[in-house]
């Protein structure tokens, strides 16, 4: 059987998007600024974009925060077609500690990877239905380190999880024709994506570049930081000087 290709996916929605006489919104959920550079040039060409920096996954306070205003400063900086705005959402890193709990040994792109994922997205899913916004999407797929099958299978997920919770309010005793206020062709839908196909990782690392942008060398949590720590050393032994091994292409998001 054949993989499916997501990144035409998403060409077909942004076609059928462009063939309407209105300009959709769209809530993004994004990682870091490096991997929301391309990701913005792409979807602000076709939506209203809001940026949701939802990453209770992130080590401690400090590098949230700098990799927040650094997205910040992107999308002040980066011409777009259509605004773009920012939701940065309390940093509350025990939500992702109660999904990592078991897990804090598994490798990158194990199963603490995929809780991760889930955490993230379902809640895009739900910020995205509470602000109204008609589709949601993630730039982590732009990581050549992420597994897009498996990050756009969520995303479905999430997406299905909004119907489910809609029919279950509108099976209660009582709820009757409330379900009229929120139909369920207004929930919002999830964009399929592989954003680095097609150069979109290159064009990303470029951006970057341009914009002189923060790249952190470790995905985001405690564990991934430990493992790139470890790797670093185990190059180091391996006979590697430290700015080769800084030079190599970052083990996370980017
Ligand atoms: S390595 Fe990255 S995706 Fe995996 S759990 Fe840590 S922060 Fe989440």
């Given at each position: ?56 996954n ?55 990877c995929?809780q991760c994922f889930?955490l ?135």
């Amino acid at each position: 059987m054949n993989a499916r290709n997501y990144q035409r996916e998403m060409e077909e929605v942004l076609a059928r998007v462009d063939a309407g006489d209105r300009v959709p919104t769209l809530l993004l959920h994004a990682c870091c600024a490096p991997c929301s550079s391309f990701v913005l040039t792409v979807l602000a060409e076709h939506f209203r974009v809001t940026v949701l920096y939802y990453n209770p996954n992130i080590t401690d306070a400090a590098e949230f925060d700098k990799r927040a205003k650094e997205l910040q400063r992107l999308v002040d900086e980066l011409p777009v077609r259509y605004p773009v705005s920012v939701i940065v959402p309390e940093y509350r890193p025990e939500e992702f500690y109660e999904i990592a709990r078991g897990l804090e040994q598994e490798p990158e792109r194990g199963r603490r990877c995929e809780q991760c994922f889930r955490l993230r997205l379902m809640y895009t899913a739900r910020e995205a239905e509470r602000v109204g916004a008609e589709y949601f999407a993630t730039t982590l797929t732009i990581s050549p380190q992420k597994d897009a099958a498996l990050l756009n299978a969520i995303g479905a997920e999430a997406e299905a999880l909004l119907f489910a919770d809609t029919a279950a309010e509108d099976d209660k005793p009582g709820s009757g024709a409330e379900s009229e206020e929120k139909p369920a062709g207004s929930l919002p839908k999830y964009l399929p994506s592989d954003f680095k196909k097609k150069g979109g990782y290159a064009e990303s690392v470029r951006l970057s570049e341009v914009y002189g942008l923060y790249r952190q060398n470790y995905c985001g949590c405690a564990f991934s930081k430990r493992d790139a720590a470890l790797r670093d050393r185990a190059k180091a032994a391996a006979g590697q000087s430290p700015a080769a091994v800084a030079k190599q292409e970052p083990e996370g998001d980017l």
